[in-house]
């Protein structure tokens, strides 16, 4: 497919002035209605598929760890952190997205990937750097996924246990088989060829996200008014001995910035907001569909992530736990929380491919232009299947992506500790991803000039953010080394 495309790209720069309305790349044939003058698939994305897109990768695994977050904040620093990340996030997401295109108004070039924008503003240092960081975090954020379905699995299994033995069996199991069936599922969805063919599985996913999201809000609702009362405090979970009630002073410090991590984390989305665009049809221009998209997706997840972490937090005040679902118990009515548990496995199939699939593009296209004669890398045989119909299997795709998905279930199969390593996924991607590369991206192409209040303002926000990503990262990694103790 891509050698396809290359030679279409080829054929169109040489009949680019070609008068022939009946040559197939001449932008007023019929053919053009297929594909566009780049010589890639029509771009065919709408706002709503965007905004599909961004729930999809933003309504993930990180909500459920919010209500623990809130405990650790409190009643006044939780939501202020949430709304201040919420509102970085769409500010940068927007300077982001003005950034799709590069180059002067005479001859503008367009950034596909978050790398090519890096390259054609930044150089390419900060583009090696800018790859270094974004696939190491798409990386992790697969192995956080892979944890994440794993444990709503085992609870799936657990509840139905308990209940057949009427508590008497402890139940306990590993986690081990369930990851490596969510990994078989993901081997399967990976031979997806491209992102812009994923637009049916978001759609899937964000229901899912939004059917776990309600039930675990209802649910917090439910025991905050068996309670009688809302629990937690102003200033979240109590200094005290740590095997009593609350937590000594060091570990309410490491709490807190482990806390910002996982806020942080549960906003992330900017390493593949280029990707998404760059399925947006136009006019209009790309970035104003993107803004609209951005703002309904981001003003949706913050209303939820607010009910959800401040309601989880009023059900079970200092005691929340890591995982929201985890904390209800195996009640009566636990069907309940088995919907819910599915509700995240099926997003989180989905939102795998959503973060995996800009990584994988990213490996094929390097190694096709490094070996461009190679068949193994780039020729594809076609391969007839019932209902789908021809499926183009290229054999170094199935090979590398298999090998991939193997690899980021083998990691987490070691690394058990949900809400840790969401902290750290968080921290490693918030200030490089979502602030500072797109901060001096839109710096350069709007040509700012140092010293202004303009540039002031970009670099003071920038600073900030690189501050809480230092503390989000120790308070993860702290610990993460207290749950290896055990």
């Known amino acids: 497919m891509e050698e396809r495309r290359d030679k279409r790209q080829r054929q169109y720069l040489q009949i680019e002035k070609s008068s022939d309305e009946t040559h197939p790349f001449n932008p007023y044939s019929a053919y053009s209605d297929r594909f566009n003058i780049d010589g890639r698939l029509k771009r065919s994305g709408i706002v709503w598929t965007a905004t599909s897109h961004i729930i999809t990768a933003v309504i993930g695994s990180g909500v459920l760890s919010l209500a623990w ?39 503008r070039t367009r950034n596909h990937t978050y790398m090519d924008a890096v390259k054609s503003n930044l150089g390419g240092r900060k583009e090696m750097l800018c790859g270094t960081i974004q696939y190491l975090s798409l990386f992790g954020v697969a192995i956080g996924y892979t944890i994440a379905a794993s444990t709503s699995m085992m609870a799936i299994k657990k509840t139905s246990c308990i209940h057949k033995s009427r508590g008497k069996d402890p139940c306990k199991m590993s986690s081990n088989l ?209 209902i789908y119909g021809c499926y183009e299997l290229n054999l170094f795709r199935l090979i590398w992506r298999t090998v991939f998905v193997v690899a980021t279930t083998a990691i987490a199969s070691l690394l058990p500790f949900f809400k840790d390593v969401v902290g750290i996924l968080g921290a490693l991607g918030f200030w490089p991803l979502t602030v500072y590369f797109p901060v001096e991206m839109f710096i350069v192409e709007k040509k700012i000039e140092r010293w202004t209040s303009e540039w002031l303002g970009l670099q003071i926000l920038s600073l900030a953010c690189l501050l809480i990503t230092i503390v989000a990262a120790f308070g993860s990694i702290a610990g993460v080394l207290i749950d290896l103790k055990t």
């Not at 952190?81 to 108004?105: E, H, K, N, R």
């Not at 964000?206 to 809000?217: D, K």
């Open 69 to 107: 977050a809130v405990a650790q904040l409190g009643w006044v620093a939780g939501p202020i952190a949430m709304v201040f990340f919420a509102l970085i996030t769409f500010y940068t997401s927007d300077l982001l997205s003005q950034c799709c295109w590069s180059g002067d108004p005479t001859a």
């Open 178 to 386: 369930y990851m490596i069936g969510f990994g078989i599922i993901e081997v399967i969805l990976s031979q997806i060829p491209d992102f812009n063919q994923l637009w049916w599985l978001s759609i899937v996913a964000a229901i899912m996200s939004f059917t776990y999201s309600v039930i675990g809000l209802g649910l917090g609702i439910t025991k905050t008014v068996e309670n009688g009362s809302f629990k937690g405090s102003l200033m979240g979970v109590s200094i005290g001995e740590a095997s009593i009630e609350g937590v000594t002073l060091m570990q309410k410090i490491w709490r807190i910035m482990e806390a910002l991590g996982a806020i942080a984390f549960a906003y992330s989305y900017s390493v593949i907001l280029l990707e998404i665009q760059d399925t947006l049809k136009c006019p209009p221009e790309e970035y104003k569909t993107m803004r609209k998209a951005t703002s309904i997706s981001i003003t949706v997840t913050t209303v939820f992530y607010m009910l959800c972490g401040c309601m989880g937090y009023a059900a079970f005040g200092d005691k929340a736990p890591g995982n929201l679902l985890t904390g209800f118990g195996y009640f009566s009515a636990y069907w309940v929380l088995d919907i819910a548990n599915v509700a995240i496995v099926v997003h989180l199939i989905g939102a795998y491919q959503v973060y995996c699939q800009p990584l994988f593009a990213f490996v094929e296209n390097w190694s096709k232009n490094k070996w461009r004669n190679s068949d193994f890398i780039g020729k594809e045989c076609e391969l007839p299947i019932p």
